[in-house]
Structures are given as C-alpha cells and as structure tokens.
C-alpha cells in the first residue's frame, strides 16, 4: 500500500507538472484584451529606411515624356551551360537610399525619402514632376530587400523576404516554420535598428494577446527576431559533458528504488 501511494504521488506530480508547462505553450492565452479595445488600431505603412533598395517607375500616356524618369541598366540573362554569348535586357533602375536617407533620381537630383512611407515618396515625386511634364503621372514606389529574419528556437531558421511590405511577428514565425517544442513563447527577442542606428532589444512575450497592440507587432525591414531556447534545450546541449554523470546518477535512482520495492512489499 505504501509503494502504491508513493507512485500515486508522482504521478499527480508529474500531472502537475504538465499542466504547468502547457499554460506557457499556446500564443495569444488572452484574446479578450483585444476584442474589448476600445480604440481605434491605425493601419501599419512601413517608412522608407538607409540601405533601402527603391524601385520607382514614373508612367504617363506618353511613354516618351516618361523614359527619362525612368532609367534601364542592362542585366544579364541566364546563360546554357554551353560556351554560347549571353545577352542581356534592360532591367529598371534601382535607387539605394543612403544614410542621409537621399536617392540621386534623374532630372530632379537628390530627394529626402527617408523617413516617409511609399505614399508619401510617391507624392513627393509626383509633385517634383509636375514642371516637365503635360499631366500628372502615375508614380510607385516599392521596396526591393524589405527582409527580416528569425533565429534560434524555429524548424527553419533563415532571411525572409517580405513581397508586401508588411509583416507581423506571427507571420514571421510561420515562415520560418514556428517554434520548436523548446522555444520560450513568453521572452522572445526582437532586435531593431532606427534610421538613425540606434539599436534595441525588445523582448515580446507571445503568450499575451495585448502583443497585437504592441508597436512591435509589425516588424520593420532588417528587423532580427530571436526565440530562447529553454532550460531543457540547454540541457540537452550539454549532454556530451553530462552522460557519463547521468548514467550514474539513472544508476543509482534505480538501485534505489529496487530497494524502497524489497522494504515496502
């Protein structure tokens, strides 16, 4: 009867135990902080960043009066294996945005992009456009490296890039595949650098709903966000180091628990 009761209490521990460990498991534990927001959650629109690669294509009716604005380099194109000459096609200007965040735009020289989102870049141009040409064009303005990545604790670590501008933390998390069984879901870093290169470290806690009203939510391009691995993965990992004491320690728990079994029968 003793030995039945000592195995029941470890087995209610162990259940204890899990019960512990699922609560720091699912995301977003809390939904109705979200749901009994009360203010309005404005609309992400990313800002145009130092080291951004523009592309910007300027269009009228009049295709002439647009080339000029719109400048072609020539790129090569994928070649057979066989020892045959390449040739090459235009490709789109592309406009690196340098720490001052200013592009060299043909005709109208330097413009102060940084800082502005693609809307507001667009606008501006379009408005330095006006004297040389009939009627308003149509300006896009896109983002070409807008990437983030995703270390640590994901099935699939790596660089992602976004087509759309905008991504959240969850999305990111999806691509690389979501967390393993040892990611730490309530202290995950997201690492940051502003226009300015001041770097931070935010830590987000995955577990709370109230993340979505977070400012961090959305992650900006080159933003780097690291999942902890957690105890047992550190354990784990130093297992190499460690066997040998495990053995004898797994040893001499059973030894002893044949003997508790031979007095307690």
Do not use: H, W
Request: hydrophobic content about 40%; some cysteine; aromatic content about 6%.
């Amino acid at each position: 009867m003793k030995f039945k009761a000592f195995t029941l209490i470890l087995v209610l521990l162990a259940g204890l135990s899990g019960c512990t460990s699922y609560k720091n498991v699912p995301y977003l534990q809390d939904p109705e902080t979200v749901n009994q927001y009360g203010k309005e959650i404005p609309l992400y629109d990313a800002k145009i960043m130092p080291k951004d690669l523009l592309s910007i294509t300027v269009n009228t009716t009049d295709p002439q009066a647009a080339a000029p604005f719109n400048l072609t380099v020539q790129t090569p194109m994928n070649a057979a294996i066989t020892n045959i000459n390449t040739t090459t096609q235009p490709t789109l200007q592309q406009y690196l945005v340098n720490n001052d965040g200013e592009i060299d735009f043909p005709v109208l020289g330097r413009l102060k992009v940084g800082g502005l989102t693609k809307n507001q870049a667009e606008d501006l141009i379009r408005e330095g456009l006006k004297p040389y040409l009939k009627e308003a064009p149509i300006v896009t303005v896109r983002m070409a490296n807008y990437k983030i990545s995703v270390l640590g604790e994901v099935n699939r670590p790596g660089t992602f890039t976004v087509s759309n501008e905008k991504v959240n933390v969850l999305e990111a998390l999806a691509m690389a595949g979501d967390m393993t069984v040892y990611g730490v879901r309530d202290n995950v870093k997201l690492i940051r650098e502003d226009a300015t290169g001041k770097r931070e470290i935010m830590l987000l806690d995955l577990t709370k709903s109230d993340l979505i009203l977070s400012p961090y939510f959305y992650l900006q391009q080159n933003d780097i966000l690291y999942v902890t691995p957690n105890k047992t993965k550190a354990k784990n990992s130093d297992i190499g180091n460690t066997t040998t004491t495990v053995i004898s320690a797994t040893s001499i728990l059973v030894s002893i628990a044949s003997l508790l079994v031979n007095i307690l029968r």
